[in-house]
């Protein structure tokens, strides 16, 4: 009985703390993607994502949307294109992690704003994988929008 106690208060206290490190895990990749972004570091972009990673944003009409497909590629691509002056901020106003041993999921709405406008707002959803070199996001899907933004 004794040793049943003692098992039970260290899964009590060891796997929450396990499960908290890992939420900071995957909420510093996150993290390093908008940092990157915001320093146009095509490197450090590339690096947060595995390979053959997938990234779709819904365009809506209405009450309908519609996915488009890009790349990692083009994405990186288009951002270390942009001119030096131009400033890139995608601020995540809150972060809803789950994990289930090497998955996680990130619910995270944002507010983007390009060379200090307000442009649009929305929710990402990543999918993250833990591999050998750490988390990598696998998946992100995001929504735009103009209105309704908080």
Not at 17 to 25: P, V
Not at 94 to 118: L, R
Request: proline share 3%; net charge negative; hydrophobic share 45%.
């Amino acid at each position: 009985m004794k040793y049943l106690l003692i098992t039970l208060l260290v899964v009590m206290v060891v796997l929450p703390a396990y499960s908290q490190s890992e939420e900071a895990a995957v909420k510093a990749v996150i993290e390093s993607l908008f940092d990157a972004m915001r320093a146009k570091n095509a490197d450090q972009i590339g690096a947060v994502f595995s390979e053959n990673a997938i990234m779709q944003t819904i365009e809506t009409t209405g009450e309908t949307g519609v996915v488009k497909a890009g790349s990692v590629a083009d994405f990186v691509k288009g951002i270390s294109s942009l001119p030096l002056e131009a400033k890139l901020d995608e601020r995540i106003t809150d972060y809803q992690i789950n994990i289930d041993g090497p998955m996680a999921t990130a619910w995270t709405p944002y507010e983007f704003y390009f060379n200090d406008k307000f442009s649009h707002c929305g929710v990402n959803s990543f999918q993250l994988v833990k591999m050998a070199a750490g988390w990598k996001i696998v998946y992100i899907i995001d929504t735009r929008r103009k209105d309704g933004c908080s």
